[in-house]
């Protein structure tokens, strides 16, 4: 009879000829060290507390993946994963040829220092206390990013968040090629002096105790703007406040507002 080349659980996946896996895998208690011809996970996967060390021929993991406190050193050919990710107390350094995760990536506490190829995350991101020190091809993160105590100083060729981007107590200066924040933007003590190409934040904005001193391109904030202990010196580009702006003693810079919008 001939062997399938589809498995439809673990007891039925043999690393020498399996290249289809259907369903989720959780490889925890099994005695698999290497996924050998296997090339797709329809559903997730767990590497958590588990003897894999390769993974083989596999591009793609349809949903979610966990490789926190797992043997795996190398992504390999891993292009894809469908929905979020650990990272957490991982070996991995790198993310390979990596280029897509559809869902949220947790970068905590990994070893991750080069996100290789990977150009999007579908959801938030938490660099938080991470080793990643740049953020290489990614443009797009679809979701909120979070850069607090990571070794991140500059965004790279990132150009979009799709949702709240927090900058507290990071060391990143200069936000480069971004475009756009469409949620809620915190820069209160973070190093953050440049806005680089920032023309747009969809939320509210806080910068009172952070370093910038221009809003540059930035022509649109959409609800509410903090500038109480702020080092803005002037308004810059801004025509559009979407909520109130909380001046908190500025009277410089809430004199120039009303003249602008008397225009």
Do not use: C
Not at 38 to 63: H, M, P, R
Request: proline content about 0%.
């Amino acid at each position: 009879m001939a062997k399938s080349v589809v498995a439809f659980s673990l007891e039925e996946f043999d690393p020498s000829y399996t290249r289809v896996l259907v369903g989720n895998a959780n490889f925890r208690g099994y005695n698999f060290t290497d996924l050998g011809t296997l090339e797709v996970i329809t559903g997730d996967a767990n590497f958590l507390q588990s003897k894999i060390q390769d993974l083989g021929n596999l591009t793609t993991i349809g949903g979610d993946a966990d490789f926190g406190n797992s043997k795996i050193i190398d992504l390999g050919n891993l292009t894809t994963i469908g929905g979020y990710v650990y990272f957490n107390h991982s070996q991995l350094e790198s993310l390979g040829n990596l280029t897509a995760i559809n869902g949220k990536a947790y970068f905590r506490y990994s070893q991750i220092k080069d996100l290789g190829n990977l150009t999007a995350i579908g959801g938030d991101a938490d660099f938080r206390d991470s080793q990643v020190k740049s953020l290489g091809n990614l443009t797009t993160i679809n979701g909120s990013a979070d850069f607090g105590n990571s070794k991140i100083i500059d965004l790279g060729n990132l150009t979009t968040i799709g949702s709240s981007a927090d900058f507290v107590k990071s060391k990143v200066e200069s936000l480069g090629k971004l475009t756009t924040i469409k949620g809620d933007a915190y820069f209160r003590y973070s190093q953050v002096k440049d806005l680089g190409n920032l023309t747009t934040i969809g939320g509210d904005v806080y910068f009172g105790n952070s370093e910038v001193e221009n809003l540059g391109n930035l022509t649109t904030i959409g609800r509410n703007v903090y500038f109480r202990d702020s080092q803005v010196e002037n308004l810059g580009n801004l025509t559009t406040i979407g909520g109130v702006a909380y001046f908190g003693g500025r009277t410089d810079l809430e004199a120039e507002w009303e003249k602008r919008k008397n225009k």
